[in-house]
């Protein structure tokens, strides 16, 4: 393999991520392939950002197409791709209302900005303390850092910005005491995907807006990751019975181009007025027509019965390995959004599934991440599980 790279790429980036062990040119479906010709499975699509698999065909043809047409306006103006996808996502939003970015940081950045807004509205200043959960992940920068509940993001960046309050997740008594007269918000993942993909118990979601409620509080779910059908429904709130006041998204719904959402509706949407936010590329055409091809190919092509399905059989292959192996003590997740507990450290079997050519992460020291694109097959499925059981033998 040329490692020519490496030395290249030590000489002239920050060293904020961990040396990486391949680059890779090319992206077909749920293959990405390395400057030496070598493929690989993707079981983490980006980290759950090609949800539809690499280049899809409609996400390719929408943003060539839109590429020639128009690639940047300001917010000044409006442009019809944008309004078109904010009309797509809120029919799966009722009553939303949405401001484009273009990460998930920035998209909880604007949540927390929107919070506080409806806080001072509502009571004034005093109303300004957002609760989060410990083992969040909301993202890097300090707004987001702030609310993220693992103090390993925290060490050497302090002080982060006050007004934030942890407490454990999936614990509804610890959320009620914690929530008062001084809450504007709460902000929860409806999944945990950094922590470790962890499912709170079920009614936790549906517990937690109606602690809002009483509190005069927001609910914000951060949907970066579980959502544009990740779990097997568009957004995870879905299967909870839940309407969240704000929900954030990013990851998948480009399709690979970098955007954000945030969709608020009701009294927290109000808390908004003009000059009070903005994003210069937030809404840019070309994000936006790669976002439109995405929602429409997921509800057209039926593959949020798939991730079900798909999620179905991926779990039960991790099972029957768990039950012959020692080394998987649980899984855990939901749809295409999948966690193997292990007994054993996480990175080295991480290094050997890369070395057979499959692409998977670890998400704590002890669990290993799959999130594959919705259009693995099943074969594709049971080949890495067989690797994996010989990998974890
Ligand atoms: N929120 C959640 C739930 C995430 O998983 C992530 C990224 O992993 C973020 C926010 C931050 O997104 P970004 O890296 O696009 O800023």
Same mark, same amino acid.
């Given at each position: 393999?040329?490692?020519?790279?490496?030395?290249?790429?030590?000489?002239?980036?920050?060293? =904020?991520?961990?040396?990486?062990?391949?680059?890779?040119?090319?992206?077909?479906?749920?293959? &990405?392939?390395? *400057?030496?010709?070598?493929?690989?499975?993707?079981?983490?699509?980006?980290?759950?950002?090609? =949800?539809?698999?690499?280049?899809?065909?409609?996400?390719?043809?929408?943003?060539?197409?839109?590429?020639?047409?128009?690639? #940047?306006?300001?917010?000044?103006?409006?442009?019809?791709?944008?309004?078109?996808?904010?009309?797509?996502?809120?029919?799966?939003?009722?009553?939303?209302?949405?401001?484009?970015?273009?990460?998930?940081?920035?998209? =909880?950045?604007?949540?927390?900005?929107?919070?506080?807004?409806?806080?001072?509205?509502?009571?004034?200043?005093?109303? #300004?303390?957002?609760?989060?959960?410990?083992?969040?992940?909301?993202?890097?920068?300090?707004?987001?850092?702030?609310?993220?509940?693992?103090?390993?993001?925290?060490?050497?960046?302090?002080?982060?910005?006050?007004?934030?309050?942890?407490?454990?997740?999936?614990?509804?008594?610890?959320?009620?005491?914690?929530?008062?007269?001084?809450?504007?918000?709460?902000?929860?993942?409806?999944?945990?995907?950094?922590?470790?993909?962890?499912?709170?118990?079920?009614?936790?979601?549906?517990?937690?807006?109606?602690?809002?409620?009483?509190?005069?509080?927001?609910?914000?779910? *951060?949907?970066?990751?579980?959502?544009?059908?990740?779990?097997?429904?568009?957004?995870? #709130?879905?299967?909870?019975?839940?309407?969240? *006041?704000?929900?954030?998204?990013?990851?998948?719904?480009?399709?690979?181009?970098?955007?954000?959402?945030?969709?608020?509706?009701?009294?927290?949407?109000?808390?908004?007025?003009?000059?009070? #936010?903005?994003?210069?590329?937030?809404?840019?055409? &070309?994000?936006?027509?790669?976002?439109?091809?995405?929602?429409?190919?997921?509800?057209?092509?039926?593959?949020?019965?798939?991730?079900?399905?798909?999620?179905?059989?991926?779990?039960?292959?991790?099972? *029957?390995?768990?039950?012959?192996?020692?080394?998987?003590?649980?899984?855990?997740?939901?749809?295409?959004?999948?966690?193997?507990?292990?007994?054993?450290?996480?990175?080295?079997?991480?290094?050997?599934?890369?070395?057979?050519?499959?692409?998977?992460?670890?998400?704590?020291?002890?669990?290993?991440?799959?999130?594959?694109?919705?259009?693995?097959?099943?074969?594709?499925?049971?080949?890495?599980?067989?690797?994996?059981?010989?990998?974890?033998?």
């Amino acid at each position: 393999m040329d490692q020519s790279w490496a030395k290249r790429a030590e000489k002239v980036f920050l060293r =904020n991520y961990y040396p990486a062990r391949v680059s890779l040119v090319k992206g077909e479906g749920c293959r &990405v392939f390395d *400057d030496a010709g070598k493929s690989y499975l993707d079981l983490v699509s980006g980290i759950a950002v090609n =949800n539809l698999g690499h280049c899809h065909p409609a996400v390719v043809a929408a943003i060539r197409e839109q590429c020639g047409r128009l690639m #940047h306006v300001s917010n000044l103006y409006q442009n019809p791709v944008h309004l078109q996808l904010a009309e797509l996502l809120t029919e799966h939003f009722p009553g939303g209302r949405i401001f484009f970015c273009n990460s998930g940081a920035e998209a =909880n950045e604007a949540a927390i900005k929107l919070a506080r807004r409806y806080g001072h509205m509502k009571s004034g200043p005093r109303r #300004h303390v957002i609760v989060a959960a410990l083992g969040s992940f909301h993202g890097r920068t300090m707004g987001a850092l702030s609310a993220t509940g693992q103090t390993q993001y925290h060490k050497g960046f302090e002080p982060l910005l006050p007004g934030f309050r942890h407490v454990p997740f999936g614990d509804l008594a610890a959320l009620e005491a914690a929530v008062g007269e001084e809450t504007c918000a709460v902000l929860l993942e409806p999944i945990q995907g950094e922590g470790g993909v962890i499912v709170p118990p079920e009614g936790y979601l549906k517990g937690g807006l109606e602690i809002c409620r009483r509190a005069g509080a927001i609910l914000i779910l *951060d949907e970066v990751q579980t959502g544009m059908g990740r779990t097997g429904t568009i957004f995870a #709130h879905q299967a909870e019975g839940v309407v969240p *006041d704000v929900m954030t998204l990013s990851k998948s719904l480009g399709g690979g181009l970098p955007l954000g959402a945030m969709l608020a509706r009701g009294e927290a949407a109000d808390s908004f007025e003009p000059g009070n #936010h903005a994003s210069t590329f937030g809404g840019n055409p &070309v994000a936006c027509a790669a976002g439109r091809a995405v929602i429409e190919t997921i509800i057209n092509e039926g593959l949020l019965e798939k991730v079900r399905s798909l999620g179905a059989f991926f779990t039960a292959g991790l099972e *029957d390995i768990a039950r012959r192996r020692g080394t998987i003590s649980a899984v855990r997740g939901r749809g295409l959004l999948l966690a193997a507990v292990l007994t054993v450290e996480a990175a080295p079997i991480v290094e050997a599934a890369l070395e057979r050519g499959y692409l998977i992460n670890a998400v704590q020291k002890q669990v290993l991440r799959l999130a594959p694109p919705f259009i693995i097959t099943e074969e594709e499925i049971t080949s890495f599980l067989r690797e994996l059981e010989e990998i974890l033998g």
